[in-house]
Nanobody, 121 residues
Framework: QVQLVESGGGLVQAGESMRLSCEAS????????MAWFRRAPGKEREIVAA????????YVRDSVKGRFTISKDNAKNTLYLQMNSLKPEDTAVYYC??????????????WGQGTQVIVSS
């Protein structure tokens, strides 16, 4: 089993930055791909960005391109999401996701508990 724990959420003002972290533990050798998803109030969960095993960026959502950066530190078993120029529409619960093979639009096998991000206007 793989456990994922997110941190770094909170309340920020529009235009500010925030970094989310996701620390993986357990059978981390099982992880091949990782991603960030989010669920905004009243909306479906959506994929934000994804990386492969060696950290290559596999996907970035159009609405966050140029503002969000996904990265991975294999030595620390940690996934990051650097979010700059935040907008109120980025308000959501952000989830870390991992899978032994790949990440689809519905997510891989392992999920974190989520961290709330609120962007005030």
């Amino acid at each position: 089993q793989v456990q994922l724990v997110e941190s770094g959420g909170g309340l920020v003002q529009a235009g500010e930055s925030m970094r989310l972290s996701c620390e993986a533990s357990g059978r981390t050798s099982d992880i091949h791909a990782m991603a960030w998803f989010r669920r905004a109030p009243g909306k479906e969960r959506e994929i934000v960005a994804a990386v492969g095993w060696n950290g290559e960026v596999a996907y970035v959502r159009d609405s966050v391109k140029g503002r969000f950066t996904i990265s991975k530190d294999n030595a620390k078993n940690t996934l990051y999401l650097q979010m700059n120029s935040l907008k109120p529409e980025d308000t959501a619960v952000y989830y870390c996701n991992a899978d032994p093979v790949t990440i689809t639009t519905t997510g891989g096998d392992y999920w974190g508990q989520g961290t709330q991000v609120i962007v005030s206007s």
